[in-house]
């Protein structure tokens, strides 16, 4: 009898594995229900980042209310997360699990992978054009915007393998914060370009101390003249201005190219001068501006509430505040009279389930997130800007837009400042591809910049040996070099849906062996009556 369990119990498993995990056949793609059936009641779930900001959960928690008062059959559930790395994580762990959100406020970047299991996240197009209930929909209990009234700009990043997974839900880009009672001390003026050359020259200036240590541009024993939040959005910005490779629209990986060395020893050669560091490796830069202890420091737009003498979220202690005047330019340039800046900012997307009823109440409500009242109310509380022509156009927007600097909380002037910048520069800004593995790619061109900061602040070489070692580390590290040209980590292809041949035959292997359990069973039963 043992030796009969040691032989079936692994083969069974075998014979469940290979009908359970060789690649489920992809399920029909969602399909519009003729109505929306009020009458039924229906709950999901809606995940969102709120920054630990009170007034963002609030305008949440006022959405939902307003969408179930227009929809009182739904039930919203939110969920609050202060980092989107969570929020993926948590999505990649409940897809294996069947437990995903409805609706989640997320990055294209995370969707590419999120949409490599079978049945995850459901493409919009059809959606977006449906008479009753898409964009602008007769059926609608809402005014909500129109295909053509998202910005063409940043509904385009939505895009994965030439399909909508998302809309756009806010938009910021990275300015360069600037001390400009620093810049002027040290008899440069602000130009209204920045350019790369110029930020350098000056943040090498104002690195310079006395004979004890002391910093003469503050007079402090602390000063980072430059400090960058995201080195990879440094790193990819830099990349697209020059013209240099990054990756291609498939996957193909470019960055460790001759430019990304080269930007690589100007950093190195900063660094070694006391000019340059890091978040990551220094702290945010709001903390070192507000304190007298940068000139200039680059961060999101969306970040502007936290920049400044005055600024409402700052996070240092009062006594710790320096009083300067704050000015907001765009980054850095290589060739001012073509400026480049990322586009970035969360996307909403909507989860496939089996109930169809439920996956239109989590496509009702993802375009709720797009009215008026939520997008302006949403981008009033940091350097954002609404994802529509239509909340950009209407009165309260453009009365918002011009009370900037009535006020140090709602009007504050260094956030309204992020925010015309980015308004001004839409047609300035770019993407990077999208494919399953972009998030990696994207964390190793930050990668690069933070270990050669490492590397000369630990007083390390940083030479051609240095640079191949870099290169190596961060591809073995990222897993780079396991990308295909279209991006699908090597020796985790999906394998397809068997054939339904082979389906079949695998199912009846398990009944058979299923009957051979029973039988199994009831033999020993008897014999053990038997023996009583």
């Not at 999901?44 to 059959?73: G, H």
């Not at 039930?75 to 437990?99: E, H, P, S």
């Not at 008479?131 to 909500?144: N, Q, R, V």
């Not at 062996?513 to 033999?523: C, H, N």
């Amino acid at each position: 009898m043992k030796k009969f369990w040691k032989l079936l119990l692994p083969t069974l498993c075998l014979t469940l594995a290979l009908t359970g995990c060789h690649g489920q056949k992809a399920g029909k793609a969602f399909e519009m229900p003729e109505s929306f059936d009020t009458s039924k009641e229906v709950e999901i779930t809606f995940w969102a980042k709120n920054d630990t900001n009170v007034t963002q959960t609030r305008i949440y928690e006022k959405a939902i209310a307003d969408f179930q008062a227009l929809y009182p059959n739904v039930k919203i559930n939110l969920r609050l997360y202060t980092d989107y790395g969570r929020i993926y994580n948590d999505v990649i762990t409940n897809i294996t699990t069947g437990t995903t959100p409805n609706v989640c406020i997320t990055y294209p970047d995370h969707i590419a992978t999120y949409i490599t299991g079978q049945n995850t996240v459901v493409p919009l197009d059809a959606l977006f054009a449906d008479a009753k209930y898409g964009l602008g929909g007769t059926e609608l209990k809402f005014d909500g915007p129109t295909q053509e009234e998202i910005i063409p700009k940043f509904l385009a990043e939505c895009v994965i393998d030439e399909k909508h997974y998302a809309m756009p839900y806010m938009r910021s880009t990275e300015a360069c914060y600037i001390n400009k009672d620093y810049v002027e001390k040290l008899g440069y003026e602000i130009p209204d370009v920045l350019t790369w050359d110029y930020i350098w020259e000056v943040a090498d200036a104002a690195a310079a101390t006395d004979e004890e240590g002391n910093y003469l541009l503050n007079g402090q024993k602390v000063l980072i003249p430059f400090i960058y939040k995201s080195t990879d959005n440094m790193m990819i910005q830099m990349l697209r201005q020059r013209g240099a490779g990054y990756s291609t629209p498939d996957g193909g990986i470019e960055i460790f190219n001759d430019t990304t060395r080269e930007l690589l020893y100007t950093v190195a050669d900063h660094v070694s001068k006391g000019a340059f560091s890091t978040f990551k490796i220094s702290s945010y830069p709001a903390n070192f501006l507000n304190a007298g202890q940068c000139v200039f420091a680059i961060d999101s737009t969306a970040g502007a509430t936290w920049m400044g003498s005055d600024a409402p979220l700052s996070d240092i202690a009062e006594d710790k505040i320096v009083q300067f005047e704050t000015v907001v330019r765009p980054i850095p340039q290589f060739t001012p009279e073509q400026p480049v800046m990322i586009s970035q900012g969360p996307s909403v997307c909507i989860f496939d389930k089996a109930d169809p009823q439920e996956v239109l109440a989590s496509w009702l409500f993802a375009q709720f997130l797009l009215t008026d009242d939520v997008q302006i109310a949403y981008a009033q509380t940091e350097g954002y800007v609404p994802v529509t022509s239509k909340a950009r156009e209407t009165e309260s927007y453009q009365n918002y837009l011009a009370a900037a600097g009535t006020d140090k909380e709602l009007h504050y002037d260094v956030k309204m400042e992020a925010t015309k910048l980015l308004l001004e520069n839409t047609e300035n800004t770019f993407v990077t591809p999208v494919f399953n593995g972009s998030a990696s790619l994207r964390d190793a061109a930050g990668q690069m910049i933070e270990n050669t900061t490492k590397a000369i602040r630990r007083k390390q070489t940083v030479d051609e040996a240095f640079m191949e070692k870099l290169y190596t580390d961060v591809e073995t590290l990222y897993r780079l070099d396991q990308l295909g040209e279209n991006g699908v980590t090597a020796g985790k292809q999906e394998l397809g849906p068997l054939p339904d041949g082979a389906v079949a035959l695998l199912c009846t292997l398990t009944i058979i062996w299923l009957l051979m359990i029973i039988y199994v069973i009831k033999k020993a039963l008897i014999s053990k009556k038997n023996e009583l």
